[in-house]
Nanobody, 116 residues
Framework: QVQLVESGGGLVQPGGSLRLSCAASGFTISKHYMNWVRQAPGKGFEWVSGINHGASSTSYSDSVKGRFTISRDNAKNTLYLQMNTLEPEDTAIYYC?????????WGQGTQVNVSS
């Protein structure tokens, strides 16, 4: 019943931008801590960003701070990640994740390739 579907990934040149979307169903995203997590080729999972329920406070990893922006549209029950000034090091599969320590649900992921 709970489902997270990411979209918006693709191939982009360094310095370009992408906006990822995560459409949620079966629950209300504004009632959960929502996160973006990524996995680069041959590497482990890296937490990227999170947005709190209620007050919607946001946080970012040092590697993306100032370049990425997490947000949500409660009316659409959708989470977003605006990615600007992309770097080759941002190449990864990006996952939308509900929670991190409880009530955890993962989407299938969307591929982001940053290359010239």
């Amino acid at each position: 019943q709970v489902q997270l579907v990411e979209s918006g990934g693709g191939l982009v040149q360094p310095g370009g931008s992408l906006r990822l979307s995560c459409a949620a169903s079966g629950f209300t995203i504004s009632k959960h801590y929502m996160n973006w997590v990524r996995q680069a080729p041959g590497k482990g999972f890296e937490w990227v960003s999170g947005i709190n329920h209620g007050a919607s406070s946001t946080s970012y990893s040092d590697s993306v701070k100032g370049r990425f922006t997490i947000s949500r549209d409660n009316a659409k029950n959708t989470l977003y990640l605006q990615m600007n000034t992309l770097e080759p090091e941002d190449t990864a599969i990006y996952y939308c994740v509900r929670g991190l320590y409880s009530n955890v649900e993962w989407g299938q992921g969307t591929q982001v390739n940053v290359s010239s």
